[in-house]
């Protein structure tokens, strides 16, 4: 498979993140955004990270050098239309993602691949944005935060993509420091879905807005079970709104399945506007 | 570190002066909840130290005086580390446990399938799910899990030959709660 030449669309947190993994493997990438000072911002951020990189001596000067020269900032109508793998990160926003999409599948040459970085909503949805000469090549890839650190890309396979364009992409990412996981189209595809328990549970266990409870499954959680981080920490690192939003989503996608329920501390939590660290409250606060 | 469940129940005590603890802890065995009730009923002058990683300490704090403490652990890795929780702190029975290999964490937290197996059962849950619906494969719920959360370990590498205590344990949750969050896939 050969993806020299990538378009990344968005150039939020993830966006820029996949840029920038995409260009330290030696792709050329055009970052697209419809905010010039956001790209800017983007730009300046990785080529700061590329910079520390250097003094740490991850990456040689001539490394990066060429990475800078590989990575650009582009608006949409200059990129590009051969480009081989165009990924959007845009906002997840299901009517203009697929607005999107219908542009891109018309302005892009046709062998090019199509992908959405959406946490949240179905390939096939957005797939009915583009011709049916696209759907097989357009799937779901999604990336973690911090996207140059966190290995996982999950690839998922719509209803319509070509599996052998699913499985060469696979190899594609496991040949590079990518740890791909193929999956089917389905709400929360596997992270966001099997990660629920991690905070359904624990909230559980506590029931009440009890400090030194959480504190303690916390410290159970990390010393007992080897968690980097305990649910009532992580969910203030996340955002409680942010993640009793996936957990709404996912509960209401699966027709309110009891094992994705929201626990009623969530939206306690979020009625209070304690959102966690963002807020200097959470289930902890952070003065 | 032996790690399969034995399906044929391997019932029995320690016996630490006057001090028991379960053996099944030490065994990797399995007892079911009314075999660890007769245990507990044919010693009531002794204080008893019980593996209740399946069950509710509660049910039991409250039927068996002799019960002096409860423990739970699914021992996923290499390190034997438990979750116990005291009705008194016993630091004999701590001493006994490091002795044997353990790493012992206290806890106040008096929960059915206390806090990690609770919490890690229901991930193992979804997993099964997940995979009874063809969402992925048993290695990419893995890799994912470990790769996009930082999961110390698969869902499927934790249940490794534990299915029992994981079915055991949701079982029991659903009877307690009465959540249908807790029934398990049929795949486990």
Redesign the interface.
């Known amino acids: 498979m050969n993806l020299q030449k990538i378009v990344v669309i968005g150039a939020g947190t993830m966006g820029s993140g996949i840029a920038q993994w995409f260009t330290q493997q030696m792709c050329s990438v055009e970052l697209v955004d419809n905010s010039q000072e956001q790209l800017a911002k983007a730009l300046q951020s990785i080529h700061t990270s590329w910079d520390k990189l250097v003094e740490k001596q991850k990456l040689s000067s001539l490394e990066v050098s060429r990475m800078k020269e590989l990575l650009s900032i582009k608006s949409l109508d200059q990129v590009s239309r051969s480009a081989n793998l165009v990924i959007e990160a845009i906002i997840e926003n299901l009517a203009i993602k697929k607005d999107l999409f219908q542009k891109l599948d018309q302005y892009f040459e046709a062998h090019t691949i199509l992908a959405s970085n959406t946490s949240s909503f179905p390939i096939e949805l957005m797939a009915e944005a583009v011709t049916d000469d696209r759907k097989p090549r357009f799937l779901g890839l999604h990336f973690?935060n911090p996207a140059t650190i966190?290995?996982?890309v999950?690839v998922i396979k719509g209803k319509d993509s070509s599996l052998e364009l699913c499985q060469e992409l696979y190899q594609w990412f496991d040949a590079k420091d990518k740890?791909?996981?193929?999956?089917?189209d389905?709400p929360g595809?596997?992270?966001n879905?099997?990660?629920?328990?991690?905070y359904?549970?624990?909230l559980r266990?506590v029931e009440e807005d009890d400090q030194a409870?959480m504190k303690?499954?916390d410290s159970?959680?990390k010393?007992?079970?080897?968690?980097?981080m305990g649910?009532f920490e992580l969910m203030d690192l996340i955002g409680i709104d942010v993640n009793y939003s996936v957990t709404c989503s996912v509960w209401e996608a699966y027709g309110q399945e009891?094992?994705f329920?929201p626990h009623k501390l969530q939206k306690q939590m979020v009625d209070e506007k304690r959102l966690g660290r963002k807020t200097k409250r959470g289930f902890y606060k952070y003065d | 570190m032996k790690n399969v469940l034995a399906e044929k129940p391997s019932v029995g005590f320690i016996n630490m002066t006057n001090v028991l603890f379960d053996n099944v802890l030490i065994n990797f065995g399995f007892a079911t909840k009314e075999e660890k009730k007769t245990l507990l009923r044919s010693h009531p002058a002794k204080k008893v130290f019980m593996d209740l990683t399946c069950f509710d300490p509660a049910e039991f704090y409250n039927e068996y005086p002799n019960l002096q403490g409860s423990f739970a652990?699914l021992f996923?890795?290499e390190s034997k580390?438990?979750?116990i929780h005291f009705r008194e702190k016993n630091e004999a029975v701590l001493l006994k446990l490091k002795g044997l290999g353990f790493t012992p964490?206290e806890?106040?937290?008096i929960?059915c399938g206390?806090?990690?197996p609770?919490?890690?059962v229901?991930?193992i849950?979804?997993?099964y799910?997940?995979l009874a619906?063809?969402?992925?494969?048993k290695e990419?719920?893995n890799?994912?899990?470990?790769?996009?959360?930082?999961?110390?370990?698969g869902?499927f590498e934790w249940s490794e030959g534990k299915e029992l205590y994981v079915k055991t344990l949701l079982k029991e949750l659903l009877e307690k709660t009465g959540?249908?969050?807790y029934?398990a896939s049929q795949l486990l």
């Open positions: 973690f966190m290995k996982l999950e740890k791909p996981a193929m999956c089917k389905s595809f596997i992270v879905r099997v990660a629920r328990n991690f359904g549970e624990p266990i409870k303690e499954v159970i959680l010393e007992v079970g080897g968690f980097k649910p009891p094992r329920a | 652990a996923c890795d580390k438990m979750e964490i806890t106040s937290i929960s206390f806090v990690f609770r919490t890690v229901q991930i849950n979804e997993a799910f997940a619906e063809g969402v992925a494969t990419d719920i890799r994912a899990m470990k790769f996009g959360v930082n999961y110390p370990k869902p959540d249908k969050r029934v």
